[in-house]
């Protein structure tokens, strides 16, 4: 089980720091992903992670400005957002899988989403 949390409605050029909690002891063994999804669009990968944490992966719409990182003792994923956008706005969904890759394929587990809105 994946839970989110940490969105909320945030001015642009703001933060948040959303988290992923995992039920389970293998969370350390997953890849991690964090995926998004605005009204009448469809799911867009944002940053991953792999099970070691040595590597990341971002969408070029956030290089620069988000950073995703775990910590395995707390089988937790962070995705840190700074700078934010209007069109940032959206649910942002964590995921595990079995490799860091950009498409939905690789995972299994979703969590429920958390609502992010960035106003301009």
């Known amino acids: 089980q994946l ?4 969105g909320g409605l945030v001015q642009a050029g703001g933060s948040l720091r ?15 992903g964090w995926f998004r999804q ?6 867009e990968f944002v940053a991953s992670i792999n099970y ?21 003792a707390k089988n937790t994923v962070f995705l840190q ?3 934010l956008k ?15 890759r ?3 394929a690789p995972y299994p587990y979703w969590g429920q989403g958390t609502q992010v809105t960035v106003s301009s």
């Open 3 to 6: 839970v989110e949390s940490g």
């Open 18 to 32: 959303l988290s992923c909690v995992a039920s389970g002891r293998t969370f350390s063994t997953f890849a991690m």
């Open 38 to 43: 605005a009204p009448r669009k469809e799911r």
């Open 52 to 72: 070691n944490g040595r590597s990341t992966y971002y969408a070029d719409s956030v290089k620069g400005r988000f950073t995703i990182s775990r910590d395995d």
């Open 81 to 83: 957002m700074n700078s």
């Open 86 to 100: 209007p069109e940032d706005t959206s649910v942002y969904y964590c995921a595990a899988g079995s490799v860091p």
């Open 102 to 104: 950009s498409d939905s």
